[in-house]
């Protein structure tokens, strides 16, 4: 019988819900693709609830418990004497979120010797050294699919909230003014601008999709082209390089994964290549961006707007600069992780266990690492190599 270490964000400040704001989630059967959504033989839990946090367990306590296994769900996740740190000498599989990654480490997957599977309930998987999974010959999934829509919803929200200058004029009505002169000195229409993704992807083409009808001049970047019927439809302008798009775009979002080809794109010289006053938008990885040179651009004038939902390290430490920049539109990272979308991960995280368990064949689509190389979409999306260097300054978070 098998230990599962799962490592989930806390519970809500108030305690756990006993009641929701709606009293059900729409139901998705298939991605735009074609793809269809998680298929495990059952589920334990009611579509719509708060999956994501201790107390949700992403829903599988019955179901390991009923076969045998051992379920750990900790939030404890950082510091040599973590939780997470603990257990990992047993552990046969580590399942842990974007949102609140267990960092798997080289010198953790060494802790580990048991270990056989890792597994994010989510997408993304760069919380892991995949080098030394490869190394090791673990294995490494993620449920692709399950939340990129919801975080193409988060990328145009977020569009929308900078260039319009949403945040402060919100900040002014719960100060009690009326400041309407100070609310729309930075304040834009979104019509006509040139918005440019880097990447192409699921997340990435739904951001285009949904930005279409705004009637804005639409770009792309992305090594594997799109085909010609969606770039005609879209009156797609693509891109080779990232240096190509910036310079064209009013606007530019980040929907790439993060690995060592990608770590740090931007920064101070790739910024330069900016319009003066372009915004920024990065629901992909914090570690795609220099932290400093975001906030030198910020401060200069060279960016307009920063906004995102992804940090380096999860969660960022108090003092993170990110925080306290000028003209951001930071939140903790919940793009991929509404109510509808933990629905799906969870149900993909149980669908990945009932593979593994029962010696079937996990989906292509889910696989990152295999057998010791790069496989399904890992080999696909991501390159080989590390790309958790520093995530230890996740210990230095604090509860506040």
Known sequence: MAKIVCVLYDDPVTGYPKSYARDDIPKITKYPDGQTTPTPHAIDFIPGQLLGSVSGELGLRKYLESNGHTLVVTSDKDGANSKLDQELPDAEIVISQPFWPAYMTAERIAKAPKLKMIVTAGIGSDHTDLQAAM??????????????????????????????????????????????????SRSYDLEGMHIGTVAAGRIGLRVLRLLKPYDVHLHYMDRHKLPDAVEKELNLTHHTTVESLTKACDVVTLNCPLHPETEHMINDTSLKNFKRGAYLINTARGKLCDRDAIVRALESGQLAGYAGDVWFPQPPP????????????????ISGTSLSAQTRYAAGTREILECYFENKPIRDEYLIVQGGKLAGVGAHSYSAGNATGGSEEAAKFKKV
């Open 135 to 184: 190394d090791r010959g673990i294995t490494v999934a993620e449920v692709t699919y399950c939340n990129s829509n919801s975080v193409a919803e988060h990328v145009v929200m977020m569009i929308l909230s900078q260039v319009r200058n949403y945040i402060p004029s919100y900040n002014w009505v719960i100060k009690g003014g009326w400041n309407i002169a100070d609310c729309v």
């Open 318 to 333: 108090q003092d993170h600069p990110w925080r306290t920049m000028p003209h951001h539109g930071m939140t903790p990272h």
